[in-house]
């Protein structure tokens, strides 16, 4: 009897062991995962902290180091609500690279979309934030500006905009806002969009459908000036407005495109 008891003693420290072995290992983990999560939020604010440094810096004439990496991170985190998996996977790994202060920060408000404009278009850079085609104007001079994104990442969200919204362009000399006068789709070939227009301008370049499985086939243009204005009414809303345009709302496939590092012809 006696034996029996003491099997059945060292039954249960043993079970008791395992239980605490596995809190233990439990709360690590936890661990583990939070400070990935914090780390996350952080450096996914890294870029416009540093080009906020940089701004003020720029206004009061003091020289800060590019690299200097900012104590607090201000704000919410990038949301990533609406981003592909694939693509959310991506930008986690692209914050692991140092792409230096951004030419620029976007913004548009009514779509809750702020994100840094990098130079370039390769893979790394849109999987960061948005790109900057080489060859038109720069951010905030007068000409085009056109900057490419991603149709399942930063700019998921443009499946939203209407006629008359405004695209804030902030550079480290001063900010300029644009009026979205002209919304269309047009094939990957169709560069006639980057070209200068009669006012200063920026022109918004991803992939369309929003939701097409595979390599999308056409192009979703967003093109806005400075002092653009809606349109006053229906029929002329329907001459700026692309017929095709209608009904990207209710497309609900996903999608996992590729980039090329061409303007339109790649996969945005």
Sequence with gaps: MSGRKSQKGASSRGLRLI?????IVGVLLVGVWFTAWVHGNVMSRRDL???ETARTARAAHVEVVPMAQAEAVPGAPVDTSLWADGRIEEYRESLLHDFGVPLAVMRIRKLEIEVPVLPGTDDLTLNRGVGWIEGTAAPGTDGNCAVAGHRDGFFRRLKDIELGDAIEVETLDGSQTYVVDDLTI???SNVSVLADRDLPSVTLVTCYPFYFVGSA???FIVRAS??????????EESAHQNTELSGIENQKASLNPVISTRPLEGQL
């Design 186 to 188: 047009v094939d990957p």
């Design 19 to 23: 239980q605490y072995g596995a809190a």
């Design 217 to 219: 086939p056409r192009r």
């Design 49 to 51: 902290v540093r080009f």
């Design 226 to 235: 400075v002092s653009s204005r809606p349109p006053s009414g229906p029929a």
